[in-house]
């Protein structure tokens, strides 16, 4: 059984994400440390937090991750775990782990915010991750702030809510989600299912 | 495709059983909230909001044992309130699989609390439920709306309606989100069991004073009172009990009711 590890910043709750993963053939542990990740055949940023002390818990293992990404290891960010893939956000303080180029940014306008609630991806570039998925299909975001890459080439779906956003990116064997597949019912259960396809092969 | 209005049915649970607008013919069927979430969130439920009643000491485990169930059950986002009064309380409930947890009677009593819970947290973490009731008696600096009972304002009150604060639900709404509320949660105690509809006016006030989304609850009785509080009533999301538990309009009946007055529905 391909192994999971969710990385826990220390805050909210992992346990509809763990499910969410087992339900599609992962065995899954939640690691806090580099020692934790060492095992991992798939790694996964949750979505749960904000950015300085997400970013200042995973400064210890910020070495564990990028040695497993450049192994081929399959990493997956959900929500702030994607954000966290970006060089910089203005949430807050502190350094992301530069997967993708650009920063992220506050959703602004006339506008409810949080964006919450259930909205359609616009699927701009092929990609395994979103295989089966219609174009219109809905999933669940619950975020206040978006990337916005500079290599437009890593985009794979947007959404809009006011401005129209990056909602998925991925880079090789790096994928990140803004919304919540784990929350997404059978749409966000497909994507998760083709993460795990992609690690298992 | 602009962001959906949410449809989500509230489950009332007591020592883990669903109690309120149960349709005691289906007692057995809709007594298990694990049951019922899982029933709902396969019917297109968007989210669910489980208010724990139980009153006793053994509240806390029971919490965490049901929350748990559903959790691993669905996999939509949920919300859990009754009793929370501190951050403890909140991390207990979340820990154990809720998505966002509702604080009541102890935001009002100690409004200090929505910060802590927020910094802790997250703001998209914190839903603050408001429960009002018209109030008749003109009284000055209330934010007043005129309705077809007259000119009213809304009057928060806590422990289940119960009590009365003196407070103005709308400028109250407006300092819990200035402290780091993420979501409005406003019942109307007037309307709640009527099955007469939402109260559209203290809905649209709210909704139009704050800049989190606002869930309507309080009075659904049928698909055409969904539709008014969402789009006359500027709720982002509505939220009803004994509609859904009665089967008599289930979640899917609703959705195409809403879907065929034009409102943006997830299908």
């Known amino acids: 059984m391909a192994k999971a590890v969710i990385f826990d910043y220390g805050v909210g709750n992992l346990l509809g994400l763990k499910c969410a993963l087992e339900q599609v053939g992962f065995g899954v542990s939640i690691g806090v440390s580099g020692q934790d990740l060492a095992q ?24 564990a991750i990028q040695n497993k990404v450049v192994e081929g290891v399959p990493l997956l960010g959900i929500c702030l775990g994607l954000q966290l893939f970006f060089e910089e956000s203005a949430e807050g303080f502190g350094e992301g782990l530069a997967f993708f180029k650009g920063k992220v940014v506050r ?27 219609d174009g219109g299909a809905y999933v669940y975001f619950v975020h206040s702030l978006y990337p916005v890459p500079i290599d437009g080439s890593v985009v794979c779906t947007k959404t809009t809510y006011g401005t129209t956003f990056t909602s998925a990116v991925v880079d090789k064997n790096v994928y990140g989600l803004q919304f919540h597949p784990e929350k997404s019912g059978n749409v966000g259960l497909q994507i998760l299912q083709n993460f795990a396809k992609i690690v298992m092969r | 495709m602009p962001l959906t209005k949410r449809i989500i049915p509230c489950l009332d649970v007591d020592h883990g059983k669903v109690v309120k607008g149960v349709n005691f013919l289906q007692l057995k069927r809709a007594g298990d909230p694990v049951e019922l979430a899982k029933r709902y969130s396969d019917e297109g439920a968007d989210e669910l909001v489980f208010l724990d009643i139980t009153a006793s000491h053994e509240k806390r485990d029971i919490l965490r044992h049901y929350v748990e169930g559903v959790a691993k059950t669905i996999n939509i986002p949920f ?9 403890t309380d909140a991390r207990n409930v979340l820990c154990s699989g809720a998505d966002k947890i509702s604080v009541n009677t102890a935001a009002v009593e100690k409004p200090e609390i929505i910060t802590e819970l927020a910094d802790v947290f997250g703001q998209q973490c914190i839903v603050v439920a408001i429960d009002a009731k018209r109030n008749l008696s003109p009284t000055e600096g209330k934010v007043t709306v ?25 400028a109250w709404a407006l300092q819990a989100e200035k402290l780091g509320a993420g979501e409005f949660l406003v019942t109307s105690m007037d309307k709640d069991g009527t099955e007469s509809g939402f109260d559209i006016e203290l809905t649209r006030a709210i909704s139009e004073h704050v800049h989190v989304p606002v869930i309507a609850s309080g009075g659904a009785g049928v698909p055409q009172h969904f539709v008014d509080v969402l789009t006359t009533g500027k709720a982002d999301a509505a939220l009803a009990a004994s509609v859904f538990h009665y089967n008599k309009y289930p979640v899917p009946v609703v959705k195409d009711y809403l879907c065929k007055a034009g409102v943006a529905i997830r299908q």
């Open chain 1, 107 to 133: 959703l602004q306008g006339d506008l409810k915010i949080p964006h919450m609630g259930w909205n359609t991806l616009n699927l701009v570039k092929s990609c395994e991750l979103f295989d089966g998925i």
């Open chain 1, 40 to 63: 991992a055949d798939a790694l996964v940023l949750p979505g749960v937090g904000s950015f300085t002390p997400a970013a200042k818990k995973l400064e210890c293992v910020k070495e």
């Open chain 2, 146 to 170: 005129q309705t077809d009972e007259g000119s009213v304002w809304f009057e928060v009150t806590t422990y289940g309606g119960r009590k009365s604060t003196g407070i103005d639900a709308v």
């Open chain 2, 79 to 87: 919300t859990v309130g009754g009793g929370i009064r501190n951050v």
